[in-house]
């Protein structure tokens, strides 16, 4: 799986976990010069507390586009730092 935003791949990875729809990439499958850290947080019932990071590609941010679960509840603990899109990243197959 790829993941793409403003023509540039940010992640890419053949070991992704699916869960409710969202592809969860692994943190070392990231292009970490992408991606800075936010301070949003939310909270999911069953998966704990998510973390988000803005994505900066050639100058174009987009706030709040990527999230993980740094200390994620027991089950979904096979996610932890694993990061997932939305706003506008696509992720398709490579």
Known sequence: MKAT???QII???N???VIEGNHYFPPDS???????????HTTCPW???A???TIEVDGK????????????????????NHI????GVSVNQS
């Open 11 to 13: 992640a890419e990875s």
């Open 61 to 80: 941010e987009n706030p709040d586009a990527a999230w993980y679960y740094a200390d994620p509840k027991p089950a979904a603990s096979g996610i932890k």
């Open 30 to 40: 990231i292009k970490s010069e992408y991606f800075k850290p936010s301070n949003k």
């Open 47 to 49: 998966k704990g507390e």
């Open 84 to 87: 997932a899109f939305w706003k």
């Open 15 to 17: 070991q992704t976990i």
């Open 5 to 7: 935003w403003n023509n």
């Open 51 to 53: 973390s988000y990071y």
